[in-house]
């Protein structure tokens, strides 16, 4: 995906969005948040809402480099969609935990999305294991 | 660079994708965005969440995209991102490749009165080859009652209709309510004569994504219905629910419909 801001203004924007940690930020065309713990907070209704999956799924532990985080990312696309979050923090969280317990940072995950507006070859991969995981039936 | 393969597998990947429950997806003839999931995560009535609509892009690139929702029933808030205020856009930007995944974002609060799941009409608007669209896509929102201590929901109350002849695999869906259940099993305990047959020809099936549902979290429970020397009509299936609360066995008995139809012509 193309990256719209300067490398300055998004470290900048990390800050500020993480300093906000109860507002809305994230979706749309400015960076994630970097960092944010998972949140779990109680509905009006008394329903503790999710903050994240409570364990990442477990992965074929031979992946390594951009075969694991195309992996990741596929699954992450499949799973998001099965998610009520409470807030965006909540569900950017969730996407850190994972990354994280495979050893990944944001600033790879970054990396790894601006390859894939690059390489056919990573989308397809992407393409198929989002299939083998996600395709219904 | 663009790749016909890249077309291809995405056109097939949306033709046998549907989450996260038995919905199909509707028939659309623009393939170069694709929407992955008419059905999102259940919410509970009276409650606020954000739930995320899931695309793929399939012949080139779709720039400035934006989704908003219009004219939502009476008492059905919907709330965007902040950093995109009236509209909503892709987690990662604005612009959708060809071949790639990304997601939507919308934050919506079902009124306590919901007694039914509620429809979302979808606007997307993106400029593709440097023309301006507009697609319009109607997603459905599954509503779940919230009497206190559960932990569980069942969503699904009809598995539709199958035709007389014929064997379809249905499912039932489950909302997450508490933190984690764990070996989720469902078994029919009566089907009315109908047969049941389950994945792998077991005994019982589990849910499509794994065994544990989570709080917040919606997965589907298959099993086949093969309606073969049946008559026409309803039929009430009773369903057992039985998973581990952390070492505690539980039980959740439950139903659903479903109507044998005689084909026609």
């Known amino acids: ?137 | 660079m663009r790749t016909r393969i890249i077309l291809l597998l995405a056109a097939i990947l949306m033709v046998t994708t549907a989450l996260p429950a038995a919905a199909a997806p509707k028939p659309d003839v623009d393939k170069d965005v694709e929407l992955t999931n008419y059905e999102t995560a259940a919410i509970v009535a009276g409650d606020s969440a954000w739930i995320a609509l899931n695309w793929v892009g399939g012949g080139g690139d779709a720039e400035n995209f934006q989704l908003v929702v219009k004219k939502p029933d009476p008492g059905v808030e919907i709330r965007y991102p902040d950093n995109t205020g009236t509209y909503t856009s892709l987690w990662a930007d604005d612009m959708l490749s060809d071949g790639e995944y990304d997601f939507t974002a919308v934050h919506v609060t079902v009124p306590y009165s919901a007694g039914s799941d509620i429809k979302l009409l979808f606007t997307l608007t993106y400029d593709h080859a440097g023309k301006p669209k507009t697609r319009s896509f109607n997603v459905r929102v599954p509503v779940v009652q919230y009497a206190g201590g559960e932990d569980l929901q069942q969503v699904t109350e009809s598995l539709g209709e199958v035709s007389l002849g014929e064997s379809a695999w249905v499912g039932v869906s489950y909302a997450g309510l508490a933190p984690r259940l764990d070996d989720f099993q469902l078994t029919v305990t009566d089907a009315g004569g109908l047969p049941i047959v389950y994945p792998a020809d077991g005994s019982s099936t589990s849910l499509h994504h794994n065994a544990r549902l989570e709080d917040g979290e919606t997965d589907v429970a298959r099993f086949r219905v093969d309606a073969y020397d049946v008559e026409p009509g309803t039929y009430t299936i009773q369903i057992l629910a039985t998973y581990r609360k952390d070492a505690t066995p539980v039980e959740l008995t439950g139903s659903v419909k479903l109507v044998v139809v005689t084909p026609t012509g």
């Open chain 1, 1 to 137: 995906m193309k990256r719209h801001l300067p490398a300055a203004l998004l470290t900048f924007g990390i800050l500020l969005v993480s300093a906000c940690s109860a507002s809305d930020q994230a979706a749309g065309p400015t960076t994630p948040v970097d960092n944010v713990a998972p949140t779990s907070t109680t509905s009006a209704s008394g329903v503790q809402l999710a903050a994240e999956p409570v364990s990442p799924p477990e992965l074929d532990g031979n992946l390594t480099g951009d075969d694991l985080l195309v992996v990741i990312e596929a699954r992450w696309m499949c799973d998001v969609q099965r998610f009520a979050y409470s807030d965006l923090n909540a569900m950017n969280g969730a996407l850190t935990e994972r990354l994280s317990a495979h050893g990944f940072g944001q600033t790879d995950y970054d990396t790894f999305k601006a390859d894939l507006e690059i390489r056919v070859d990573l989308r397809e991969q992407v393409l198929v294991e989002y299939d083998a995981y996600c395709t219904d039936g």
